[in-house]
């Protein structure tokens, strides 16, 4: 595996691991003490030292205790004092798309109309005519301005180039990308938004019509190209404390991937891989039910580096698209912002309800774990009346089904949920990024149903986290933050990006933040009993941080980063400020 900086320097019996390093080379035998080591344990408990061998935790401790089982072999790290808390997981994100994001070209990090518009034109200077200006991720409610850019500012930005700006479940294209493409005003398409007053063409666009634009060919990869890039990503994330993945949707072939980065020594998180249901052209969901794709294998299939998730849906669009479905109308703020003109417009739905419950049944006659992408409320109703149908039948408490992203849960579904184990899989970042925007659009009252951690967390509702990042390689910059720290930072202080404390009663414990991305997510992958808890018989997945997310002051908490990064026994991050040495008897410390 590629090692970044990855100094030793040699002195007597003990090294210092200078700068950083991201690496897959072996560390058996270790002993970790004079720390705080915060076990996430049913109790809570503390101890100073922990000791490991053969990949998993065999002894928690004082110092003492732990000092007891050193070996003349064995690797001891003194913490200094430092806080360790069980291997991060994020829940929900997207490696493959991230990894790849920024091979080509860095994607700006953009807060205004006016900053969007100055790289735009920027681009058209190092760009040749009717080259494409393409922002893969752009959500412009997340700008300072809170509207899409106009069409009459695209085209003077960039008069000779077509402009696409992709954000998921809609976009925003210019008149120069509309003739390449073939889009004029006799057009007649869903997808096509026009001016409700003029009926003019607007430029915003909605997904169903992405297929038309004339976009150019994507560079393509060489397998090894796109493993190196993954290799670097998950380096990234070893970098913040994580040591395992909810990757939010792919393959069998996705799956192979991963498998293979295993057998060759690659892999340094652990992986759990939703399968996404599909439908395409030449295939119905229907279909797709009756093919192999449920009978070759299942939830929890695979080995403990790399195992078959969930069987997935994407049930409806996006709340910064104005296309998630809502249990009522979007309203007329929403309309203005979003150009819809229908007053009894909730958002999309891509399946009917029979669909889905056929869905669900098949999940649990073939050992699936059923999911579900599912931005509004409406959403959200749907698929716990079809839970509560299908539970008449087959019992769905214990399956651990789960909802993804959700964001809006009336009392109602919070009770639904508590009564039939499902899942919250949650997004911090979209509280942290959107919880502003959604106040705007949407108002007061719903607000109130928005990431309502506390709610949840007080009616037994597990809640999972993650980032759902797709697209940057900053932590902290991208499109979706995967920085967890800050994730649990808004999650404990209710603190939007915009410095907006929203509905602080719904805020959670520093405990509850932690649980919520460590053995609440080794629930949600049925490996509670191998993670997500630093004691005896578990794995060795393990950060040591920068400060102590218990006791740190509130704002630190955001900015707390992994010194030291274990998976498996194994080093795989460390920024070089602990020390380390080999044992030279059976003292203790």
């Known amino acids: 595996m590629r090692e970044f900086l990855n100094i030793v320097i040699t002195v007597g019996s003990t090294f210092m691991i200078l700068l950083y390093s991201c690496s897959s080379a072996n560390n058996t035998d270790m002993i970790l003490h004079n720390g705080k080591i915060i ?40 913490l200094g004092g430092r806080s ?18 920024e091979l080509d070209d860095a994607i700006p990090d953009l807060h205004s109309i006016a900053d969007l518009l100055d790289w735009i034109k920027k681009q058209t200077e190092i760009r040749d005519k009717n080259e494409w200006i393409i922002h893969p991720k752009l959500f412009f409610t ?10 009459e500012e695209l085209d003077e930005a960039a008069p000779e180039n077509p402009v696409f700006l992709n954000g998921s479940f809609g ?36 997904a169903s019509a992405f297929d038309m634009l004339r976009l150019p060919q994507k560079r393509m990869l060489k397998y090894e190209q796109r493993l190196d890039a993954l290799e670097e990503m998950l380096c990234r994330y070893n970098r913040l404390g994580i040591t395992s993945l909810g990757v939010g949707s792919g393959d069998q072939q996705t799956l192979a991937v991963y498998h293979d980065m295993h057998e060759r020594g690659k892999l340094t998180v652990r992986i759990f891989l939703n399968i996404l249901l599909s439908p395409g052209k030449e295939n119905s969901l229907v279909q ?16 403990e580096w790399v195992r078959t998730g969930a069987l997935k849906l994407i049930l409806d669009g996006g709340i910064l698209t104005g296309t998630a479905y809502l249990s009522e109308p979007w309203g007329d703020k929403a309309a203005s912002i979003f150009g819809i003109e229908d007053k009894t417009y909730r958002g ?23 999911t579900a992408h599912s931005t509004g409320s409406g959403g959200v109703d749907m698929l716990l009346s079809v839970f509560e149908e299908v539970n008449m039948k087959i019992p769905v408490k214990g399956k651990r089904f789960s909802i993804i992203h959700g964001n809006f849960y009336t009392k109602d579904a919070i009770r639904k949920m508590s009564e039939l184990g ?15 925007a959604v106040k705007l659009i949407l108002g007061d009252d719903r607000l109130k149903n928005f990431h309502p951690y506390n709610s949840m967390f007080k009616a037994g509702v597990m809640i999972n ?36 404390v929203i509905l602080p009663e719904e805020a959670v414990s520093r405990e509850e933040a932690l649980k919520i991305y460590t053995i609440n997510n080794a629930y949600a992958s049925f490996e509670e009993d191998i993670k997500g808890t630093i004691e005896p018989g578990k794995l060795a997945d393990m950060a040591v941080l920068s400060e102590d997310i218990l006791t740190c002051p509130a704002g630190q908490i955001k900015n707390i980063v992994s010194e030291l990064t274990i998976t498996g026994g194994r080093i795989v991050y460390s920024s070089g400020k602990l020390q380390s040495g080999s044992s030279n008897s059976s003292k203790t410390f």
């Open 422 to 436: 499902v899942y919250a899989d949650m997004q911090a970042a979209w509280f942290y990024k959107d919880a502003d």
């Open 171 to 206: 976009g925003m294209i210019n008149s120069r990308a509309m003739e390449i493409s073939g889009i004029d005003e006799k057009i007649n398409h869903p997808g096509i938004i026009r001016n409700m007053e003029t009926g003019r063409l607007t430029g915003f666009i909605r």
């Open 288 to 303: 797709l039910l009756d093919s192999p794709v449920l009978s070759e294998s299942s939830t929890g299939s695979g080995n």
């Open 348 to 370: 999309i739905i891509n399946y009917s309800r029979d669909e889905v419950k056929r869905t669900v049944l098949s999940a649990l006659e073939n050992n699936w774990k059923f």
């Open 142 to 151: 997340r700008l300072r301005d809170m509207r899409q850019p106009g069409l």
């Open 84 to 101: 360790v808390i069980p291997g991060l997981i994020d829940a929900h994100l997207h490696p493959e798309s991230a990894s790849l994001s």
């Open 465 to 500: 986290g993650g980032s759902d990042h797709m697209v940057k390689w900053d932590a902290n910059t991208s499109i979706n933050p995967y920085n967890p720290f800050l994730a649990m930072w808004s999650m404990i202080t209710r603190t939007t990006e915009k410095g907006t």
């Open 39 to 78: 076990t996430v344990d049913d109790s809570f408990s503390i101890a100073q030292a922990v000791a490991i061998e053969n990949a998993r935790i065999i002894a928690v401790g004082t110092d003492a205790e732990i000092g007891k089982l050193a070996r003349k072999t064995t690797k001891i790290i003194d």
